[in-house]
């Protein structure tokens, strides 16, 4: 059973900071690992990626103020958020490869002006 919980959002003004964690269960291996976001009545997006030898790619929007990391003994990806903006107001969800067809509940980030 798979399970990934995704938390750590909220609701702050801009300018602030958040730091999302994703805790998985029920997965094995060695994965890359990503956090996505969504907003209604848009597709869900890549926000940043973990590769398993390290390497980081970003939404062009948030670089220099996000930063993907990983625990990989606790398959657990984490999202540092600075400088947050009203645009990336959105639910945050992770994901890690291999198993793309499992996705948490999400955890709900909002900017505020």
């Known amino acids: 059973q798979v399970q990934l919980v995704e938390s750590g959002g909220g609701l702050v003004q801009a300018g602030g900071s958040l730091r999302l964690s994703c805790a998985a269960s029920?997965?094995?291996?060695?994965?890359?690992m990503g956090w996505y976001r969504q907003t209604p009545g848009s597709h869900r997006e890549l926000v940043a990626r973990i590769s398993t030898s390290g390497s980081t790619i970003y939404e062009d929007s948030v670089k220099g103020r996000f930063a993907i990391s990983r625990d990989i003994g606790k398959n657990t990806v984490y999202l540092q958020m600075n400088n947050l903006k009203p645009e990336d107001t959105a639910i945050y969800y992770c994901?890690?490869?291999?198993?793309?067809?499992?996705w948490g509940q999400g955890t709900q980030v909002t900017v505020s002006s």
């Open positions: 029920g997965i094995s291996g060695f994965n890359a």
């Open positions: 994901n890690f490869d291999g198993y793309s067809g499992y």
